[in-house]
């Protein structure tokens, strides 16, 4: 899942007096990805090493000059290129310290921008649509720039790729409401026009991106309305076609961003790799009103997979480098690091954790995608069908309602009125029917609880959730609901069903669970099989007394000598009294809700940041519960029992290396966790013994292994004598 890390200031700005300019021309990439090259609206270009966050060096045109284009890298001369009063251009070296004193020609048509890429000599672009390498127009100054746009078509934007020794200038132009493509290739220069689709009457893109993949180039561009097309050329056998004759350009819905009740202002869609894009300036779906965000979404799956609320005014501005989101935002271009790793489904919907039998894993949250690409009809599987409510079992005789009706009902009806018509049309529809509406019937279920404190259905959100068919992306708000209202069996349903709840809920999850009185969880209803595990793990006292998964508490007190990690002191010694028994430090219920918190997927990255809000009490009382898990566990060969929901002890010993992770030092410094400390100490070393002793059978099985092959025929009666060393 990509990730947005946490990023820093690179420089201030100073925005024009109108605030609707960042006051920023462009950012460019130079000599490596630790160097970029900033220049602003007016007269100023400004070398950064972007780790160290400061200038290197900075150069500047004279009062009444005006630089008009981004100033670009040539890394073939190691030269800085840039473009002053539109037709005058000027290169220097870094070592350069006076711009009027370095190498500058006047070229006799107006600049549009001076483009440069690794591996490509730099070109330039003529306002009207022409394009010449820089070298050959050095060369000739004053050379006839010819006139390729037709009258009153301006171009909006533009970009240079070097694609298998291929050269391309890209730009988009604008003429009366029509917005053009042009793909100009280099050597053999060749120039294609073509014609995009128009969207509603008066609006035009706000952005556009382009990538090359598999001799294609992909072309992104963003609307007002928050529609996020894309459109594909291929580049190979580019035609010599005149620019004139506009071929259609077919494009493909990606993305509808939320954009509230208006447009889009000042927006971007930025290209970041295969599936993934960034957009800033768009609303953050969960956050109301207001476009300071930078998000990040995965185009495969219509998900939004990280989001970063960006202080001060937004420009729509938006550069990126080496996994470096550079964006003007307020009075400052702040670097934003980011992750795409590789897109799967398993990696959208979240990191499972839960090895466990095929009967006890939760049924598909969506139907095979076999059963929707050839038809077959998808059956419940019998384990959805135990945990249904009565409820969805009814007669075919309930007066029908469509899902637009009840939609509508939800508004303004009685929550008996909404429960009993949601409950009619879930038990008339059919699995595949039913996906569809279910998010739709969910969140208007959530937005109307949350606008009317007296409106709360906890049975028929119960029953849509058992449906499988719902998930946190699609009904976001939902797990915050039942958290609010205290509906602990609702948010135990949600952490079973749903594969995508975010880490940042499941810590919100656990702070509720862990801080819950012991009293009140006991009074709770929750899901069987859950608690059944819990009453048979606290049934007996004490399990067999035996060594089991390397860890017993009587073995550390009768060995003296560790294998590994040599004898302990008397002091220690004294520490390791073994218990007269395993009391779980919670209540039954309680350890029920928290199991879940153990079972529910996630990613170390993210959830480490928001486990350090949990208090020190909370983290020691935590604890101490995985500790008697793990003991109880060790003392029993078998404890999770076919057919109960409970956690494996990998999941156990993972919550312990993260908590210790995010609280280490406030654990040191807690008295009341010495004890416990000490405990884990001795869970650790249990563990190194096991794996030491594992390590010697694996030699002896090795060396067995290897007499297979030299054994020799013998009689009918033999003796065999095998040694282990």
């Not at 060369?139 to 010819?146: F, G, K, L």
């Not at 018509?421 to 038990?427: K, P, R, T």
């Not at 929901?645 to 807690?670: C, E, K």
Request: net charge negative; with cysteine.
């Amino acid at each position: 899942m990509a990730a947005l890390y946490e990023g820093y200031t690179l420089c201030g700005l100073v925005p024009a007096l109108n605030q609707s300019h960042s006051g920023i021309q462009g950012v460019e990439e130079e000599r490596d990805s630790d160097h970029v090259v900033v220049t602003d609206s007016t007269r100023c270009v400004t070398l950064y090493k972007v780790s160290d966050q400061k200038p290197l060096s900075s150069w500047a045109v004279k009062q009444g000059q005006t630089l008009t284009c981004p100033t670009v890298y040539n890394s073939q001369t190691k030269e800085y290129v840039a473009v002053s009063d539109s037709k005058v251009i000027r290169i220097w070296k870094e070592e350069d310290i006076l711009l009027d004193k370095t190498f500058k020609a006047t070229v006799s048509s107006e600049v549009w921008r001076v483009h440069s890429a690794p591996g490509g000599e730099p070109v330039v672009l003529f306002q009207r649509g022409a394009v010449r390498l820089l070298d050959s127009l050095l060369s000739a100054p004053q050379q006839h720039i010819e006139e390729v746009l037709p009258q009153e078509e301006t171009i909006r934007w533009s970009t240079y790729i070097v694609a298998e020794s291929q050269q391309f200038v890209i730009f988009t132009t604008e003429q009366k409401g029509c917005n053009f493509l042009y793909l100009q290739r280099l050597n053999p220069n060749t120039l294609q026009r073509y014609r995009l689709e128009r969207e509603e009457p008066g609006l035009s893109p706000l952005s556009f991106s382009a990538s090359y993949r598999d001799k294609h180039l992909c072309l992104l561009y963003l609307y007002p309305n928050g529609r996020v097309y894309q459109s594909v050329v291929s580049l190979r056998g580019l035609g010599a076609e005149e620019a004139g004759q506009a071929l259609p350009l077919p494009r493909s819905l990606l993305l509808v961003l939320p954009v509230g009740e208006g447009l889009l202002e000042a927006a971007s869609a930025l290209v970041l790799d295969e599936v993934h894009i960034a957009v800033v300036g768009v609303p953050h779906p969960s956050a109301g009103a207001g476009n300071d965000f930078l998000c990040i979404w995965n185009t495969n799956f219509q998900t939004l997979q990280a989001g970063k609320e960006m202080a001060g005014k937004i420009y729509g501005q938006i550069w990126s480098f080496s996994n470096k989101l550079f964006i003007p935002h307020g009075k400052t271009l702040s670097v934003n690091p980011y992750e795409c790793p590789k897109s799967s489904l398993a990696s959208a919907l979240g990191k499972l954790r839960q090895t466990k039998s095929e009967e006890s894993r939760a049924a598909a949250s969506v139907p095979s995608w076999n059963n929707l690409l050839h038809g077959d009809k998808a059956q419940p599987s019998r384990a959805a069908e135990t945990r249904k409510t009565r409820t969805t079992r009814k007669t075919q005789s309930t007066p029908s309602s469509t899902t637009d009706q009840v939609l509508e009902l939800i508004k303004t009806a009685a929550a008996e009125e909404v429960q009993r018509e949601v409950d009619g049309l879930i038990s008339r529809s059919d699995v595949l029917e039913l996906q569809p509406s279910v998010g739709q019937l969910a969140s208007s279920l959530v937005s109307r609880s949350l606008t009317d404190p007296a409106f709360y259905t906890p049975s028929t959100l119960a029953q849509l959730v058992h449906t499988r068919s719902l998930c946190h992306s699609v009904c976001p708000g939902l797990v915050l609901l039942a958290l609010e209202k205290k509906d602990y069996f609702l948010c135990q349903l949600c952490m079973q069903f749903f594969p995508d709840i975010p880490e940042a809920i499941t810590c919100a999850c656990l702070k509720a669970f862990i801080s819950l009185p012991d009293v009140d969880a006991e009074k709770l209803s929750l899901e069987p099989d859950s608690v059944s595990f819990m009453e048979t793990l606290t049934a007996g006292q004490r399990g067999p007394t035996g060594l089991q998964n390397g860890f017993s508490p009587t073995s550390c007190d009768e060995e003296r000598t560790d294998p590994v990690g040599g004898g302990g002191t008397k002091e220690e010694d004294k520490e390791k009294s073994t218990p007269a028994e395993q009391i779980c430090p919670v209540g039954l219920h309680k350890a029920v809700l928290l199991n879940e918190v153990l079972m529910t997927a996630y990613s170390d990255t993210f959830l480490l940041p928001h486990l350090k809000d949990l208090s020190s009490q909370d983290v020691v009382l935590f604890l101490q519960y995985l500790s008697y898990l793990y003991v109880k566990y060790s003392q029993d060969a078998s404890p999770q029992m076919h057919g109960l929901r409970s956690p494996n002890q990998s999941q156990i010993m993972d919550w312990v290396g993260l908590l210790l992770d995010a609280h280490f030092l406030v654990l040191v410094m807690t008295p009341e966790a010495k004890g416990l400390l000490l405990d884990l100490h001795r869970f650790v070393k249990s563990q190194v013994r096991l794996v030491f002793e594992l390590g010697k059978i694996e030699g002896s099985l090795e060396e067995l292994n290897k007499m297979k092959g030299k054994k020799t025929d013998v009689g009918q009666y033999s003796i065999e004598v095998i040694e282990l060393f």
